[in-house]
């Protein structure tokens, strides 16, 4: 028997629960506890940082992983600095070589679908499969943030581990998508990601029982120190991917990001530069596009057969090449359809309407042989996959979504 025909999905409130006879999914009030324990932690260390650090704006300075005590000296301070980023500069070489690694086959990020109990699910089956996040938002994160950085002392640690943890086991290789147009929130949306795993990896843990011992009662400092210790909630991504995909009214109309971002790459630029300075370069910053929008015409499918498709692949060209400018961004994954904003399509309408056009994306993978870009759209098995890599050896890989979550 399949494992499609022995999972049992559960909707409720937006979250998908698999369950699966042969594969057990872990404890969600397990995981509530340890959130709450563990960004304990996460908030005595930037109310530390911002003691000792005077304000910048609305931006408090990146806290250090290689020790939580104020440096003594001006050289002490320098020599951390110079420690932080030979350590970012190696923990980017190395993820940037687990994505080369890992990019064959990726799971595309869906709303509701991609959740971290579904990666679960895929990562017990596939070990090499690359995992990409539901799209979160980075005024979310921002907002909860900045609720974690006041004064009030009421903040709830788990808000932002519900946007950005992983659980208590590693997953691996995956991808956590932002969305957003705002360089600001973009950079606090990282630097939150950053922040939550120098925690995680942190080997003074000074900060968190001094913040414990003022805040807990007594008699539950051993059992909080505890679950720090034995149950760290991770948030271990591979890399950032930002939203320029998303056709939906509610992301490309009235947010306007997702798809709506393709007509402004200089503006697209601007953010990957603030997610990878908000990450202090540790992470690859990522970008998942589509291969234009209907922008300039009212789309009908028999206008849109109409248009030339030499003028369009020069505008994905344009996008793509004014995004890499730079060298921040390498990595593209490509929905070879574009995006219909003009006509209230859903989301649905855009998987469906219009056209795939693969050869755009293969094209541009031959003839930008310094970047990585991944093909999606219209793929639904392994054999499609290899099928399309076979086809056009200079590609990444193959990104998948409805196919994996109806039958993994």
């Given at each position: 028997m399949s494992i499609h025909r022995t999972t049992i999905v559960f909707r409720r409130s937006n979250i998908l629960f698999y369950a699966c006879y042969v594969i057990p999914i872990c404890s969600m009030s397990r995981y509530s506890v340890s959130a709450k324990s563990a960004s304990v932690a996460f908030l005595s260390i930037n109310r530390r940082r911002r003691i000792m650090s005077p304000p910048v704006s609305s931006l408090s300075t990146a806290f250090?992983?290689?020790?939580?005590?104020?440096?003594?000296?001006?050289?002490?301070?320098?020599?951390?600095?110079?420690?932080?980023?030979?350590?970012?500069?190696?923990?980017?070489?190395?993820?940037?070589?687990?994505?080369?690694?890992?990019s064959k086959l990726s799971l595309a990020p869906m709303m509701e679908y991609t959740d971290r109990h579904f990666r679960h699910l895929v990562r017990l089956i596939s070990r090499r499969t690359l995992l990409y996040t539901e799209m979160v938002a980075a005024n979310a994160i921002a907002h909860e943030r900045d609720n974690s950085l006041s004064d009030s002392g009421s903040f709830n640690p788990s808000y932002l581990l519900r946007f950005l943890g992983q659980g208590h086991n590693s997953e691996g290789p995956s991808v956590l998508q932002l969305g957003g147009s705002d360089p600001d929130q973009l950079f606090l949306a990282a630097k939150t990601v950053y922040e939550f795993n120098q925690l995680h990896n942190r080997n003074d843990s000074s900060d968190t029982i001094d913040f414990i011992q003022q805040n807990i009662p007594s008699m539950q400092q051993q059992q909080t120190a505890q679950e720090l210790s034995q149950k760290p909630i991770y948030c271990d991504y591979t890399a950032l991917n930002l939203n320029c995909g998303c056709p939906s009214s509610k992301v490309a109309g009235k947010g306007c990001f997702g798809a709506a971002l393709m007509s402004e790459p200089h503006l697209v630029r601007q953010l990957a530069s603030s997610m990878h300075e908000g990450c202090e370069g540790?992470?690859?910053?990522?970008?998942?596009?589509?291969?234009?929008?209907?922008?300039?015409?009212?789309?009908?499918?028999?206008?849109?057969?109409?248009?030339?498709?030499?003028?369009e692949y020069s505008s994905l060209k344009n996008f793509v090449l004014t995004v890499a400018e730079g060298g921040i961004v390498t990595d593209f994954q490509i929905h070879a359809r574009i995006a219909v904003l003009g006509k209230g399509y859903s989301p649905a309408d855009n998987r469906k309407v219009p056209p795939l056009r693969y050869h755009h994306v293969k094209r541009l993978a031959q003839e930008l042989p310094e970047l990585n870009i991944s093909l999606n759209g219209g793929v639904e098995t392994l054999l499609g996959v290899k099928k399309e890599l076979d086809d056009c050896d200079s590609l990444e890989g193959v990104m998948v979504g409805r196919g994996l979550a109806a039958n993994p």
């Open positions: 250090s992983a290689s020790s939580s005590a104020a440096p003594d000296n001006d050289c002490d301070k320098y020599d951390t600095v110079d420690l932080n980023h030979d350590r970012n500069k190696h923990l980017l070489t190395h993820r940037e070589r687990t994505l080369r690694e890992n540790s992470m690859p910053i990522t970008i998942k596009c589509r291969i234009g929008t209907d922008d300039g015409y009212s789309f009908t499918t028999d206008r849109y057969l109409q248009q030339s498709q030499e003028k």
